[in-house]
């Protein structure tokens, strides 16, 4: 009696001291990286213009109040429509006259949210997926990629098309068909960080401890994955905003008059023989702007997690070392 009290005493010990160590490994990680990332300036560029979209996001109101009659992305004026950027409206007016500015200043209101919620959706369920098939391995395994591989076969925009058109147009469709198709991406990821941390010696002595498999993956495993998830859920966001502007476009997003980026554009296509480019412009820059930010965060997170992936761009400090280091070398022979 005595000797399994001493023994359950020392497991949770040892499941403590693993805790801590785990937690001030993490705590001493987060400077390390953040360092990293801030010697980054276009991943710097791209967090700002992130940071600066989110805030005109949520001062939407404030920006473009509504009327009594109208919200302030749908307030219509015939007799201002076909307006070139101005003083009074700096992206111009559209074919109701309303205006581009507020229309997509409240538009990121929807395309942030898709893109967030999207990769929430996908990132949990392929995290989740991608661990039960990494960790048990064989049979599971197998049912669960071969299922993932039919969804990768079909390409991801077709496979979020017809999910969006089963499903009918609206907000929660869309943002349902374009995470289901992200799923197999994060699968893939997390199974192929699992297989080659299942058999490392602390997963070993969490297993030795009386640990089970739900807690080994949640406090051991996951933890250990999150520098590729966070990568890739970057990436992702990215990805889901341009399906969803795509699937908008097609006239299977959110109905009108809600101010989706990739509905402007469809509206406003048929416009632009007649000489109304402010209509396509403006909408189309918001889209690049916000995808090409974040591909520059995910680019400098890449980095900052793992240094040896960085790119083999050349800058001038790095030129200057090299050109020191060589320098050098000749002095010595």
Not at 213 to 230: E, G, K, L, Q, T
């Amino acid at each position: 009696m005595q000797n399994n009290t001493q023994e359950n005493m020392n497991q949770s010990a040892q499941r403590q001291e693993e805790n801590m160590a785990i937690r001030s490994k993490k705590q001493s990680q987060f400077p390390e990286i953040w360092r990293r990332f801030r010697r980054n300036p276009q991943a710097l560029v791209g967090l700002v213009v992130i940071l600066l979209l989110i805030m005109l996001s949520l001062s939407a109101d404030v920006l473009a109040p509504a009327t009594q009659r109208d919200p302030g992305y749908d307030r219509q004026n015939l007799l201002n429509a076909y307006q070139y950027p101005s003083n009074q409206h700096v992206f111009g007016t559209d074919h109701l006259g309303r205006d581009i500015a507020a229309r997509i200043i409240h538009g990121g209101r929807i395309t942030l949210t898709v893109g967030f919620i999207v990769v929430s959706i996908s990132m949990f369920f392929g995290v989740a997926l991608g661990s039960i098939a990494g960790y048990y391995a064989g049979l599971i395994d197998s049912v669960i990629m071969r299922i993932l591989d039919v969804i990768l076969a079909i390409p991801q925009i077709l496979l979020a098309f017809a999910i969006a058109a089963a499903l009918g147009r609206g907000l929660p469709s869309l943002m349902i068909a374009v995470g289901v198709s992200a799923i197999p991406g994060f699968s893939r990821i997390v199974r192929g960080q699992v297989l080659s941390l299942r058999e490392q010696e602390f997963i070993e002595a969490a297993r030795a401890s009386g640990a089970g498999d739900f807690r080994i993956i949640a406090r051991h495993i996951i933890p250990n994955c999150m520098a590729p998830i966070i990568i890739q859920a970057t990436m992702g966001i990215a990805g889901a905003i341009l399906s969803a502007a795509g699937l908008s476009f097609l006239g299977l997003g959110m109905p009108p008059p809600t101010p989706e980026w990739g509905a402007m554009l469809s509206d406003a296509r048929r416009f632009m023989l007649a000489g109304y480019w402010h209509m396509t412009l403006y909408p189309g820059l918001a889209i690049a702007l916000i995808i090409f930010s974040l591909n520059l965060v995910g680019d400098g997170l890449r980095d900052a997690f793992d240094p040896r992936l960085r790119s083999a761009g050349f800058s001038k400090r790095r030129f200057k070392k090299m050109r020191r280091a060589i320098s050098k070398a000749e002095e010595v022979e």
